[in-house]
């Protein structure tokens, strides 16, 4: 999780947000960002990583099942 955060902060907060002359630097009463090129990236971001994540489980799952596979079939 603290790859995803850091990679948020560099790729997209701070190439978006803090680079930007136009963004505001306080968000007075918790709104947030508005800016939709970070939002944009954010939810690009969002939604790859979770397809990783997703390849990984399946994968994953998929090599346990081998590994069972083999331990149940190879008990002496």
């Not at 190439?15 to 918790?30: I, Q, R, Y």
């Not at 990583?49 to 489980?57: E, F, G, I, Q, S």
């Amino acid at each position: 999780m603290r790859i995803a955060l850091h990679q948020i902060w560099v790729n997209i907060y701070v190439e978006f947000v803090v680079k930007n002359p136009l963004s505001p630097v306080e968000h007075p009463g918790g709104l947030g960002v508005n800016n939709e090129l970070f939002e944009a990236s954010l939810e690009q971001f969002v939604v790859r990583w979770t397809n990783r994540l997703a390849v990984h489980a399946v994968r994953l799952r998929y090599s346990l099942n081998w590994l069972l596979q083999d331990r149940v079939l190879n008990v002496p």
